[in-house]
């Protein structure tokens, strides 16, 4: 099982930006998905979980209306889109396998929102 | 939603010595409680689900215990590998999935 992250890197408040996860060494449709971040200096804060499908779509109250979970199960992919971004939103990215305990992470991709 | 509280902050140990790293529930999980291992620039760990069940690969000398509201990660004996900070989170009414403050263990 491997999950790589992408996409980070330093926007402005307000801006946006799309992280992507790509999975390998399992079937990734069979898999709900969930995204986790950590903010420096902070603990680990659930973002968002989609089902394998990707009918099924769950957000934290911090980031509802501004960020977007999806995936592409044809090409073993998973996404989150970051919308109207603040300074508190600076974090490292993971996305992580399955639906309620963590088993796969990924290494994480840094987000800095910053002028 | 649930809140987990991890105590305490930060725990210094020798190696070789047992670290007890303690969380509590702000309403009963139930069973439904993991722990993570995690080291700076790496991936979290899975160690511990349903309380006291082992993820896969990981080494004996790490247990957990409780039910409710009140639970605890026991490392045996700490090994080097081990110093780290421990997370504990359920999953027993989500969304959303919480996660307690955690726990840096450090050398002593």
């Known amino acids: 099982v491997q999950l790589v992250e992408s996409g980070g890197g330093k926007v402005q408040p307000g801006g946006s930006l799309r992280l992507s996860c790509e999975a390998s060494?399992?079937?990734?449709?069979?898999?709900?998905m969930n995204w986790v971040r950590q903010a420096p200096g902070k603990g680990l804060e659930w973002v968002s979980y989609?089902?394998?499908?990707?009918?099924?779509?769950y957000y934290a109250d911090s980031v509802r209306g501004r960020f977007t979970i999806s995936r592409d199960n044809a090409k073993n992919s998973l996404f989150l889109q970051l919308s109207s971004l603040r300074a508190e939103d600076t974090a490292v990215y993971y996305c992580?396998?399955?639906?309620?305990?963590?088993?796969?992470w990924g290494q994480g991709t840094l987000v800095t929102v910053s002028s | 939603e649930i809140v987990m509280t991890q105590t305490p902050a930060t725990l210094s140990v020798s190696p070789g010595e047992r670290a007890t790293l303690s969380c509590r529930a702000s309403?009963?999980?139930?069973?439904?409680l993991a722990w993570y291992q995690h080291k700076p620039g790496r991936a979290p760990r899975l160690l511990m689900y349903?309380?006291?069940l082992r993820a896969s690969g990981i080494p004996a000398r790490f247990s957990g215990n409780g039910s409710g509201t009140d639970f605890t990660l026991t490392i045996s004996s700490l090994q080097s590998e081990d110093f780290a900070v421990y997370y504990c989170?359920?999953?027993?009414?989500?969304?959303?999935?919480?996660f307690g403050g955690g726990t840096k263990v450090d050398i002593k």
């Open positions: 992580a396998r399955d639906f309620d305990t963590l088993e796969y």
């Open positions: 060494g399992f079937t990734f449709e069979n898999y709900e």
């Open positions: 989609i089902s394998g499908s990707g009918n099924t779509r």
């Open positions: 309403q009963s999980v139930k069973s439904n």
């Open positions: 349903g309380v006291s």
């Open positions: 989170q359920q999953y027993d009414d989500w969304p959303p999935l919480t």
